[in-house]
Each structure stands twice: as structure tokens, then as C-alpha cells.
């Protein structure tokens, strides 16, 4: 019995630590189905076994995405996961026993982050996580940037609304576009948006909100479907898809939707079935994870069959090894699959694959393919990867607890010429003519060791035009492509150089505080204290600022700097030049409300800095103008009261054409 007990315990154990990547990481490791599996077995073997089950079981409690750096929320009502099937089976099952007769609404399983708006007499007071179910993280300064949430309801009402923040497909491809596609998926990254520490960063990306739940404290509504009638008045975000059937008829129903699901712009993971009735809801009650009235059913992965060929590695500029396997060619959601990750000897272990194996891939959260299932393990047996960097042959380690295996030599011929790679990238210095080919090519040459070396390659023309591939006019292209790169913004550079944590984000954050110059930076790094005042920047955590501190104090980092600054490079922040024209002289404008030509709103603000004008963020007696956008709140009021000059967005736009500013 204690094998049982210890299989219990490990199983418990493996269902937090997924729930933990995705609620609180929001990068989750396996798909949602392997999840739903384990979270099966464990509530299987707790039936079978009740003594042994642990009161704090995950079974017992819902996937927690508290994030201990947001002030908690007590939740005013209690917000329950629902119970998931992948089967129609156990659907019919349920709905047989629940009441063929009875009224059932069936809406899309929309697959972001799961809200609560808090609405008193109308206006929004918090937006909180779901967190435990009982306690969530207050998210409200977040929620405020979402531009479909009203802040202000039509009426006065007093409602607790349930909706999933999510990102559109279109959005999310051109976000991750000018990120070099660096987000793996909407939903990881509407859900990691919403813990944001610094909301302005949030209004840069495009959220969206869909609601689908109200409860009123103080009212009788006997039905969800007048629910929803009283949300969609209220301007609340209501699908237009939710439809209402008899429970007999939710098969034919599903099959329609089912068919839909392809054509949708964002993502879903399956359908909600709710009953309709509120009374007959609370007849049947809930279980302390899910309500006894609704079940999600949850449409399969596109996984498809096929055998591996090979396995090989990537190593990244970071020296971190990524495992593939070069799969026979599928087609999958409308691309040809020829590579599916590994992601790391871990993962690889839970599968047991190796080369020859018959497998299942999948297009997990429909980008990235990666190897889901093994059908037959094939005769090579459990792939090991290898001790040594495939490139350089230094022995690989683990960095901190990391499951993947890194190739700690900075001079790694492989990091080296990823480092080069995507320093031209797009994204990056954008430097023409330097494509990936190009890059791979001038290093294995010889022509280039890093990126410093880019800013002497014009030394070596007449050699260059010698090389395959590469006429005259080519090489011209690129000399003038690395000539132009040294016109490119410090916050451009800097996070074209690469170095841990210093991505774009954290760059823009620098800027924003002050850090506008290198040298400021190095400084900072190199001072007495250095971890104090940079740990008081909003959006900067402790890993942040300890990966700050050791590059700007690392020699080779301080080298290269130094180098690429005589090179021409640069490493201040362009100061943004105000205008000499000065109309909004002596004027103080606040502003409220969404735009439908600024947004974020501060776009706004910014015109009339820029043309003389101060802004300030709360309407006072010194404030000259309050630009009123749709749905403003309670400034509104107060410019009333105070006599300010009240501009809504077409007068403003009236204003800018007169004085002949175009947007
Ligand atoms: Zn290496």
C-alpha cells in the first residue's frame, strides 16, 4: 500500500509543478491534454484510496496564479475551474443526468486569462485574477489599459463579471514579429501580460477581453441568457457565438461550432456548456474545484503521426541547447512540419524517444510543433544528449535549476555566430543584406568573430567580392547596411548586443528612468550599492538587476562597448526634440476616457508636449483642459465643477488641423 501511497504523493507533486508553470510561469512544459490526463489518474487513484488522499490536494483546489508581487483580492464570489472531457461520451453522460429537457447555453472555451471586473454603481473598481479561486492578485491598473472593458457601465449597477483576457491571432503575430518571435503563444502571453508590473507596458499590447458570467448581488435574474442581455446593455464584451439549446440537442450543436473553430481570430480550446436556469444551478451546487452545472468540453491538439529521423541541437547565442527531432514531413494546421522540439533531456526521459521512433506531433497553442506522444519508441532506445557542446566540445552544464543544458564557452563558434545572427536580425540592428545565410557565411570565412568586426569589414572589400555569392553590388549593399546601422537609436543597440535580460522591454524601462546613456548605466553597475536604486524601478526585478549588474561590471562587455562607441555607434537615447511652434503654451491638459485616433491615449498627451503644453494626470484647479475620450469617468465631473474646458476627441482634432499638425 505504500507504493500506492508514494505513486499518490509523486503524482500530486507532478500536478503542481505543471500547474505552476502554467498559472504562475505561463510557460507551460506539456499540453493541455498530457495535463488533464495526469489530474485524472490522481483524482482516479484518490476515489480508490481515499485515506490517502492530502486534504490540499490540486484536485481539491483550482490551479493557482497567484504572483506574489500584486496586493491580494478576496474574492466576493467564489470562482470556480470547470471540469474538463475531451469526450462526447462523457459529455452526453453528464447532460443525461443533469436534463436532456432543460436549457443549456454553449459558448467557445476562449484560451487566455481568466478575470473578475468589479463593478460598484456602475464604475470599474478592480480587475483581479483568478488566483486560487478564493484569493486573486489585483490587476486593476492592468485592466484599466484593456480598450473593449468599459470603465463605466450605462447604468449604475453593482455586478461581478467573469471574462478571459486573451490576444487575437493576427494581433499576436504581429506583436511577436517585432519581437523575433520570442512569445510561443496568445495565450502565455495575454497571460503573462496581465501580471505586468508596469502598466504602461501592458497598454502596448494588444488585449482584448470577452465576458461571459455576471452575478448581482442585489437582484433577481433567473436566467444566464438575461444575464448576458443585461452585460451586452451595459457595453460589456459578450460573444455574439454564445447560442442556447435543449440539452438533446447540444451534439448537432457542437458540431457546428466545431466547424467554425478554424475561421475564429483567437484562440479557443474547446466550448463551455452552462445550464441556463440560475435556480436549477443552485439546486445542484458545486464541489470545492468546479460547478456541478457546467462542463468544458475541449477539443483535441491537431496531432499527427510520423517517425523521427534524426535528432539534432541547436545552440543558442545564450549557449542554451535545444533539442530536435527532424521528423519524415506531415502537414499540420496548413504548414509542412519537418521539425518538432525536444525541448530538453527531461522531456525527452517523460516521453522515452529516441531515434526511429514512431511518434505524435503536435502544434502546441498552434505555433510551435513539438513531439507529444510516442506510439513506438523505436530500436535505439532513450536518446541521451550529448556531454559535450556539439560545436566546441566544452562539457555542458546546468545553469541554476534549469532543466536545459547550456555550453558555458562564450567563445562557442555556435553562440558566436547566433550572437552575430541576431544582432543583424530585424528586430535588431536590421542591418541589410546580413541575412542568416550571410551571416553563417562570413563567420565560417573568417571575415567576422563578433560584432565589433562588422564595423571594420569595409577593410576588407576587394576580398569580399571575391567570395561566392557576393558581387560587387551585394557587398555594396551590405557596407552601406552597417554604414546606416550606426544611425540606429541606444535603445535599438543595446539590446541588439544581446546580453541576458536586456531585451527591448527592459531597455525602453532604463530610458524611462533616466538611464538614457551607457555610461549612466555602467556607472550605476559599478557604484557602491548598485542593486538599491536600480530594484526601485517599476518593471525591474531582483534576476533583472542582478543580470544588469554583472554585464555592465564584465569586462568583455565593457570591451565590446567601448569599441563599438569609436566605431560610431550609439549609446545615448536621442533626446526627442520639442517643437518650436508652442500653441498649447501655458495650457495643462489631463485626459480621460479611450480614443479611437490615440492609443494608447497617451499618444494624445504627448502631441501637446511636444507643441508647448504641459499634462497632468488628475484634473485640479490649475488644470487648463481635460480631453474627454469615450467613457469617461469621474474626472469629467470634476472639470464640471471646476470650470475646466471640456475637449472631446473631434473638437481636438478640429484644434490640431487648425494649427496644422497632422497625426
Ligand atoms: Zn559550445
Known amino acids: ?70 496586493e491580494k483580492f478576496t474574492h466576493k464570489i467564489p470562482v470556480l475551474s470547470l471540469e474538463n472531457t475531451y469526450n462526447i461520451a462523457e459529455l452526453n453522460e453528464w447532460i443525461q443526468k443533469t436534463g436532456i429537457e432543460h436549457k443549456y447555453s454553449i459558448e467557445w472555451k476562449i484560451d487566455g486569462a481568466s478575470i473578475v471586473l468589479y463593478y460598484e454603481k456602475g464604475e470599474l ?101 438575461d444575464m448576458l442581455e443585461i452585460m451586452k446593455k451595459n457595453l460589456l464584451p459578450v460573444s455574439e457565438d454564445i447560442c442556447f439549446a435543449k440539452g438533446k440537442d447540444i451534439p448537432d450543436v457542437i458540431a457546428d461550432f466545431q466547424k467554425k473553430k478554424d475561421a475564429l481570430d483567437y484562440p479557443v480550446d474547446g466550448l463551455v456548456i452552462k445550464l441556463d436556469d440560475i435556480s436549477l444551478r443552485t439546486k445542484l451546487g458545486t464541489t470545492s474545484h468546479s460547478p456541478r452545472w457546467a462542463r468544458a468540453f475541449k477539443f483535441d491538439a491537431i496531432m499527427k503521426e510520423t517517425t523521427i529521423i534524426n535528432i539534432d541541437f541547436a545552440v543558442g547565442r545564450t549557449g542554451k541547447i535545444t533539442p530536435r527531432a527532424n521528423v519524415e514531413p506531415i502537414q499540420l494546421a496548413g504548414t509542412t512540419v519537418k521539425y518538432a522540439t525536444l525541448h530538453n533531456q527531461d522531456y525527452i526521459n517523460e516521453l522515452g524517444v529516441g531515434i526511429g521512433a514512431k511518434v505524435k506531433v503536435a502544434k502546441r497553442g498552434e505555433i510551435i510543433p513539438a513531439v507529444e506522444k510516442v506510439i513506438e519508441p523505436g530500436p535505439s532506445g532513450v536518446f541521451q544528449l550529448p556531454q559535450d557542446c556539439p560545436a566546441c566540445k566544452t562539457k555542458l552544464v546546468k545553469v541554476d535549476d534549469s532543466v536545459d543544458l547550456f555550453c558555458p564557452n562564450k567563445k562557442c563558434p555556435d553562440r558566436e555566430k547566433n550572437s552575430l545572427i541576431f544582432f543583424c536580425q530585424k528586430k535588431q540592428m536590421d542591418i541589410e543584406g546580413l541575412g542568416e545565410k550571410q551571416v553563417a557565411l562570413l563567420y565560417d570565412k573568417k571575415f567576422i568573430r563578433s560584432v565589433v568586426d562588422l564595423y571594420d569589414l569595409y577593410k576588407k572589400k576587394d576580398e569580399l567580392m571575391e567570395l561566392e555569392g557576393f558581387g560587387k553590388k551585394s557587398v555594396e549593399i551590405i557596407l552601406k547596411g552597417i554604414e546606416d546601422s550606426k544611425q540606429k537609436d541606444f535603445k535599438v543597440v543595446l539590446p541588439s548586443l544581446g546580453l541576458s ?138 472639470a464640471k465643477e471646476l470650470g475646466v474646458q471640456i475637449v472631446n476627441e473631434k473638437e481636438f482634432l478640429e484644434m490640431l488641423k487648425e494649427y496644422g499638425i497632422t497625426l
Open 125 to 225: 473598481t478592480k480587475g483581479v485574477t483568478r488566483g486560487t479561486g478564493g484569493v486573486g492578485d489585483d490587476v486593476t491598473e492592468n485592466i484599466r489599459t484593456i480598450k473593449n472593458i468599459p470603465l463605466k457601465l450605462k447604468e449604475p449597477l453593482t455586478i461581478y463579471v467573469r471574462g478571459e483576457v486573451y490576444m487575437g491571432f493576427q494581433d499576436f503575430e504581429k506583436l511577436n514579429e517585432s519581437f523575433g518571435g520570442k512569445f510561443a503563444n496568445p495565450r502565455n502571453l495575454a497571460a503573462g501580460t496581465i501580471k505586468y508590473k508596469n502598466s504602461i507596458q501592458v497598454t502596448k499590447r494588444p488585449l482584448k477581453i470577452f465576458t461571459y458570467d455576471g452575478y448581482i448581488p442585489e437582484g433577481k435574474v433567473s436566467k444566464n441568457s
Open 501 to 638: 535580460e536586456v531585451g527591448h522591454k527592459v531597455t525602453e524601462i532604463l530610458i524611462e528612468n533616466g538611464f538614457d546613456d551607457i555610461d549612466k548605466i555602467i556607472e550605476q553597475a559599478k557604484s557602491e550599492n548598485p542593486m538599491e536604486s536600480l530594484l526601485e524601478i517599476h518593471g525591474l526585478g531582483p534576476r533583472t538587476v542582478d543580470s544588469l549588474i554583472k554585464n555592465f561590471t564584465d569586462k568583455d562587455v565593457l570591451k565590446t562597448i567601448e569599441k563599438l562607441k569609436k566605431a560610431g555607434l550609439k549609446f545615448k537615447a536621442q533626446v526627442v526634440k520639442k517643437s518650436d511652434f508652442k500653441p498649447f503654451e501655458n495650457q495643462s491638459w489631463c485626459v480621460t476616457g479611450s480614443f479611437e485616433n490615440f492609443q494608447p491615449r497617451d499618444k494624445a498627451l504627448e502631441i501637446i508636449t511636444h507643441y508647448g503644453g504641459k499634462k497632468v494626470s488628475s484634473v485640479s484647479s490649475k488644470t487648463t483642459h481635460l480631453l474627454a475620450g469615450e467613457a469617461g469617468g469621474s474626472k469629467i465631473k470634476k
Open 1 to 70: 500500500m505504500d507504493e500506492i501511497r508514494k505513486k499518490m504523493q509523486k503524482l500530486e507533486e507532478k500536478v503542481r509543478h505543471h500547474q505552476y508553470l502554467y498559472y504562475v510561469k505561463n510557460s507551460p512544459e506539456i499540453s493541455d491534454m498530457e495535463f488533464d490526463q495526469l489530474f485524472k489518474e490522481l483524482q482516479k487513484l484518490e476515489e480508490a484510496n481515499p485515506g490517502y488522499s492530502s486534504p490540499n490536494s490540486p484536485t481539491k483546489v483550482v490551479g493557482s496564479d497567484l504572483d506574489n508581487r500584486f
